[in-house]
Every structure is written in C-alpha cells, then in structure tokens.
C-alpha cells in the first residue's frame, strides 16, 4: 500500500495568513493526488485534483503543488470558512489511501 | 446533478453483518466514467477508503476489510451495496457512498472523488 504522510496534523492560524499542509507518499505517485476538505458533521469536499488542478468552483486561494513523493496544499489568505480538516488522497494506486488530516483552527 | 444516499441499519451487533446501499439518482451507475465508491470515518478520527464497484462488476478492496467484505451493484436499481461480515466495534464509524471519477486532462485521465453521499452512522454493539 502507498503511505500518505500528513503533516501538521493540527494548526492555529488566523483570518488573513497564509497556510500550507505538506503531504508525503511513500512511494511516488506522479501527481494523481487530491484534497479534500471536511467541515465537522459534514461529507469531504474536493479542493484540488491532480495535485494543482482547482475543481469547479473552489476559491483561488486554494492552490496545490507537487508531483512524485512531495505535495502541499497552500491556503493564501485563510478565511473564516476555512476554518476545517483537510485530508490527502492518492489516486495512483490500490488501495486508495488519505493521509491522516490536518485540523486548521482559529488562533 | 447526481445525489447520492446511503440506507440501512444505524446499529448492528458484534459478529454480525452489516449492509448499507447506496441510492444513486440524476446519473447512472452504467457510465464508465465513474468508480462507485465506499469510504468509512470512525469517531474522531480520518478517513479510510474501503472499496469501490465499476459499472462492469470489477471490484477493488481495501486489503484490511477484504476477507469480510463485499461491494455489489444492482443496475435496475441504480444502487450498489456494502455487505461487511463479522463485525466488531473497530467497524463503528460514519459510512460515505461516493463517486470517483475519471477527468481527462490534456492525453491523460486524473481521479477524484466528487460526489459524497451525506453519510450514515452506524454503531456496533450490543
């Protein structure tokens, strides 16, 4: 199985920084890599696909970057609606498989 | 715009079977565009993908579920189904049906899940 590396697991930050979560597999995946963002009670949402492609509808200070074993989700100017868990998700192999999440919290 | 939602029983008891399905509506499960897709959150903590059904029956399993488990797919009622065997507490989480699909970007194709279910509970006890 392909580990995925998260990291923070937990963050404080406040409305206006700039945020980046780091997510490293254990093997290199190209960049079929996806985040994902969960708010409490409710179902993940798509960010980003392909490493750096924004899905439809997301903000553009959502942005990732990557490709092989290192990737990051960098948030640019953290709103308060941001405020949730991000997860990773490789999309190059069987099993799929997320990273651990990284809860973003207000400072 | 397609809707998932998932169905069944909130609690099982330990060595039992659980069985969840899927209802997919505004899109067909026959496309081969998509993987239908299942993936689990225990309490608290992250998430686990546990398998998924193509639209011509081939199935993927997570290795750590795969001696207990089952995805099928029902065409005539545009639903798949999650069967889990002898479960125990370990299997209490909240269940998401999803969507993976395939996006083809320039020569190639890319994955991503972008259709969630809203989830459903179940709890393993007696």
């Known amino acids: 199985d392909i580990q995925m590396t998260q990291s923070p697991s937990s963050l404080s930050a406040s409305v206006g920084d700039r945020v980046t979560i780091t997510c490293r597999a254990s093997e290199g995946i190209k960049n079929d890599l996806g985040w994902y963002q969960q708010k409490p009670g409710k179902a993940p949402k798509c960010l980003i696909y392909a490493a750096s492609i924004l899905q439809s509808g997301v903000p553009s200070r959502f942005s990732g970057s990557g490709f092989g074993t290192e990737f990051t989700l960098t948030i640019s100017s953290l709103q308060p609606e941001d405020f949730a868990t991000y997860y990773c998700l490789q999309h190059n192999g069987y099993p799929r498989t997320f990273g651990q999440g990284t809860k973003v919290e207000i400072k | 715009q397609v809707q998932l939602q998932e169905s069944g029983p909130g609690l099982v008891k330990p060595s039992q079977t659980l069985s969840l399905t899927c209802i997919v509506s505004?899109?067909?499960?026959?496309?081969?565009?998509?993987?239908w897709t299942w993936v689990r959150q225990p309490p608290g903590k992250g998430l686990e993908w546990i398998g998924y059904?193509?639209?011509?029956?081939?199935?993927s399993y997570s290795p750590s579920l795969q001696s207990r488990l089952t995805i099928s797919k029902d065409t005539s009622k545009n639903q798949f189904s999650l069967i889990l065997s002898s479960v125990t507490a370990a299997d209490t989480a909240v269940y998401y049906c999803?969507?993976?699909?395939?996006?083809?970007?320039?020569?190639?194709?890319?994955?991503?899940?972008?259709?969630w279910g809203e989830g459903t509970p179940v709890t393993v006890s007696s």
């Open positions: 059904i193509y639209y011509s029956g081939s199935t």
């Open positions: 505004g899109g067909s499960i026959t496309s081969a565009d998509y993987y």
């Open positions: 999803a969507r993976e699909r395939m996006a083809p970007v320039s020569r190639y194709y890319f994955y991503y899940i972008d259709v």
